[in-house]
């Protein structure tokens, strides 16, 4: 069987693989990341930067490069309950350099830092790379067993960083428990031909107990319907005619658009968890982003709170790996430090879904008169405070200026 070693092994080109690949090969780290997919074209997946991320491109000196790549940018959020638009959250408060979302495709991200972290001679992304097992010797992870094109393969590394998702076979194979707090919705993913006239920064749709989420992709939205945990069977039995009925009543001005979906390949399941580790590492390993917390797509925080697991991982890791005096303990203080505002963000969704979407009715949102009274008569606080944990989260990690002049990326 062919083998390779390396400093560190990322497994999963995601978020947070890609963005913890590139800054330990900045720091001078040899890193081999493995994707099991050909590209990262995803569909359906997240597509929101936030403020938390874009400044920390900013700080690795990327922002104004990625900001010309397409995308629309929101500096605020605004929600329509039953044709009236609330105020959500307003981020020119924030103390950053982007007060706004970014919209791009996820792809369009990763893409962009497989680019520049393929700068570095000492970053090593091999897609088509499937892990199937983990190496373990005397009760330490040495490394991965990996399907290939070209057959089976290890990849021994001094440290393994599971990135491989909220399906993570690293995790599954590292026996770590999970802790899942359940959640009363799915989501059906699909897109939409974006109709002329559509107001501007409208995120969220709700009526007659329906909620819709439009993100605007400029041509056309990436629409997310919340429907209550295990209800697309039912959905789909009352047929195709029926749903789009239903969207249109949602959304009124997607009449004319909404027969685009003739087919149900057309929308795809999105099964929703909230979970977490209870204990996000073992000797040789360590989990970050959906591998060690699943988070709803609630907020869209998921992509950002998993690069900010990268940074901190890398900040407090990097050196320590360069000098080989990284320890099972040190691997600790990443969950120590990251479980927090994990924590935190999974309370505040898990609150959100079960005031909102447990009634166990066709409706999947129940939003009471109290409720409306609470966002009008707070709406300036709340747009304050929404901005900070939608945009920055509990906990935001900076890039050490330590780190900066480690290593510099040469051409190949």
């Known amino acids: 069987m062919r083998q390779i070693k390396t400093g560190c092994c990322v497994v999963g080109g995601g978020p947070a693989g890609m963005m913890l690949g590139f800054l330990l090969a900045r720091a001078g780290i040899e890193v081999v990341v493995l994707e099991k997919h050909a590209d990262f074209f995803r569909d359906f997946r997240g597509d929101t930067i936030h403020p938390s991320t874009l400044e920390l491109l900013h700080e690795l000196g990327l922002l104004e490069e990625f900001l010309r790549l397409p995308h629309q940018e929101m500096p605020k959020l605004k929600l ?244 080989g005096e990284c320890t099972t303990e040190d691997l600790a203080l990443v969950q120590r430090r990251r479980e927090f505002p994990t924590r935190m963000l999974q309370n505040i969704q898990v609150f959100v879904h079960r005031q909102m979407f447990a009634d166990h009715s066709d409706k999947a949102v129940s939003l009471s008169w109290p409720a409306r009274t609470l966002l009008e008569l707070f709406s300036p606080l709340i747009r304050r405070i929404g901005a900070r944990v939608v945009g920055m989260g509990f906990r935001p990690e900076h890039i050490e200026p330590s780190s900066t002049d480690r290593s510099r990326p040469e051409a190949r």
């Open 80 to 323: 329509s309950i039953d044709g009236h638009i609330f105020d959500g959250p307003d981020f020119s408060h924030l103390p950053v350099t982007c007060k706004f979302i970014a919209l791009m495709p996820q792809w369009d991200f990763l893409n962009f830092l497989a680019e520049h972290a393929g700068k570095f001679p000492n970053f090593h992304l091999r897609m088509k790379h499937e892990v199937t097992d983990l190496i373990i010797e005397q009760d330490r992870v040495l490394g991965v067993r990996v399907k290939t094109e070209e057959g089976e393969m290890e990849v021994r590394a001094d440290f393994v960083f599971g990135t491989d998702g909220r399906h993570s076979i690293v995790r599954k194979c590292a026996e770590l428990e999970v802790r899942d707090f359940g959640v009363p919705i799915d989501v059906l993913w699909f897109r939409l031909t974006k109709p002329e006239g559509s107001p501007e920064y409208l995120l969220g749709r709700i009526r007659n107990g329906q909620l819709l989420v439009t993100i605007d992709r400029d041509e056309y939205f990436q629409v997310a319907q919340i429907i209550p945990k295990g209800g697309f069977e039912k959905i789909q039995a009352s047929g195709l005619e029926k749903f789009r009925e239903n969207i249109v009543a949602i959304v009124p001005e997607f009449r004319d658009v909404v027969y685009e979906l003739d087919d149900w390949n057309k929308v795809k399941l999105l099964t929703v968890q909230v979970n977490r580790l209870k204990q996000w590492y073992r000797a040789g390993l360590l989990c970050i982003g959906d591998a060690a917390h699943a988070m709803s797509p609630a907020g869209g925080v998921g992509i950002n709170l998993a690069v900010q697991d990268a940074v901190a991982t890398a900040n407090l890791l990097a050196g320590k790996i360069l000098r």
